[in-house]
């Protein structure tokens, strides 16, 4: 079966050609490196000189597309061009393949090629000197180190200089990727952070606004009707409120607006008071030292305003409980409120609430679970969470 060698490259093709009628001119005006009297010049006479020529021309074309075959080949055209008068463009053609074969080889030959033409060097300078005793004999080995040895070692450095910037390049991209997938990350954990402060914030409000409408809509009271809408634009300014808090954490420090204290445990009663204000059975029982990590509370505010939300959307008549209390390095949240159908209108729920909750406990390393118990009162919907405060956070 016949074998197929790679297509030669453009370039390689070009130096082929300048080397081939490189050497045709200096063939052509009777240029040669030795003389016919010679003792090594077993063909003498031009036409002898043009077959390494030729040969040499063809490994020029097989360079970079097959320098295990080039270099084999061109060695033995050297060897026949040596028994000839000689030409200059083949001996030049023959270092640029020996260049070539160590820059666009396998690794082990451009390790390889340098150490063999490095111990031909050597005893091509060492064997001749001993056996003629001549100073002359060195030259024989000067000879052999600029055609073999120099460009195999100049071939070799390159390698290494490629090899090395492509080594750093790779790098730069990685290090590039890697920093685009840091800035993606952040870029996401930063969203979903906006996303639980936006729904946290807005959402008890919202959800309060929406069923006293539809109490005031439904019920022909008037007195009713007063009194929701009072709720409703309570909860309205006090959205609008929260709104602007969240655009401050938004916009440049450098802006009008002022960047907004993150909420805390103090606020607890606070928020309490709201929720009964929006109709809820509410009682606190919060037992925590202080100066907790402001993680920490923060967490801790929004899952008891998301589960406070969550009960007057969804729970039934009775009362909601909510109780933290600090033991042993962490910080226990417990809401529940009565599990079923509640009487009156009620606000869609979409679940994000439940998701952001578990988020932030997880951001902390916490633990959250969510889900319908049985109690001495009945059925009832608990939250519970548990936060980690380590001594060394709470000093």
């Not at 690794?107 to 001993?130: C, E, K, S, Y």
């Amino acid at each position: 079966m016949a074998v197929r060698l790679p297509r030669p490259h453009p370039f390689d093709a070009r130096v082929a050609l300048a080397g081939l009628l490189g050497g045709l001119l200096l063939w052509g005006i009777g240029l040669a490196m030795r003389p016919k009297g010679e003792p090594n010049v077993l063909f003498a006479g031009p036409w002898p000189i043009l077959l390494p020529l030729a040969v040499m021309a063809g490994c020029e074309l097989l360079r970079r597309a097959a320098p295990r075959v080039a270099l084999p080949v061109a060695t033995v055209a050297i060897v026949a061009d040596l028994l000839t008068q000689g030409s200059l463009v083949t001996v030049l053609m023959f270092t640029d393949v020996m260049y070539a074969a160590v820059l666009y080889g396998t690794p082990a030959a451009a390790r390889r090629i340098p150490w063999v033409t490095g111990m031909l060097t050597v005893i091509a300078t060492v064997v001749p000197f001993a056996a003629w005793r001549e100073p002359e004999a060195l030259l024989i080995g000067v000879a052999t180190g600029v055609v073999a040895f120099g460009p195999a070692s100049t071939g070799l450095i390159v390698r290494n200089h490629r090899e090395a910037a492509d080594a750093a390049r790779l790098r730069a991209e990685q290090t590039a990727l890697l920093a685009e997938m840091d800035r993606a990350q952040a870029v996401t954990a930063e969203r979903a952070r906006m996303a639980r402060e936006l729904h946290d914030m807005v959402a008890n409000h919202l959800s309060a606004i929406a069923i006293h409408s539809t109490a005031a809509l439904s019920l022909d009271n008037p007195a009713t009707s007063k009194e929701a809408l009072g709720v409703i634009r309570e909860n309205s300014v006090e959205g609008l409120a929260e709104m602007r808090r969240l655009i401050g954490l938004l916009r440049d420090s450098s802006g009008d607006t002022e960047p907004a204290v993150a909420p805390t445990l103090d606020g607890l009663g606070a928020l309490v008071d709201t929720a009964r204000a929006n109709g809820l059975d509410v009682t606190l029982a919060a037992e925590h030292g202080e100066g907790l990590p402001a993680p920490v509370e923060l967490a801790a505010y929004r899952i008891v305003q998301e589960s406070l939300t969550n009960a007057l959307k969804h729970a039934g008549p009775g009362r909601v409980t909510v109780a933290l209390r600090q033991r042993d390095g962490s910080l226990d949240i417990t809401v529940t409120s009565p599990y079923g159908d509640r009487d009156g209108p009620r606000a869609p729920g979409s679940g994000a609430g439940l998701v952001g909750m578990r988020e932030r406990a997880a951001l902390l390393d916490g633990r959250f679970e969510a889900a319908p118990e049985d109690s001495p009162e009945g059925k009832i919907w608990a939250v519970r969470a548990t936060l980690p405060v380590t001594e060394g956070e709470t000093e």
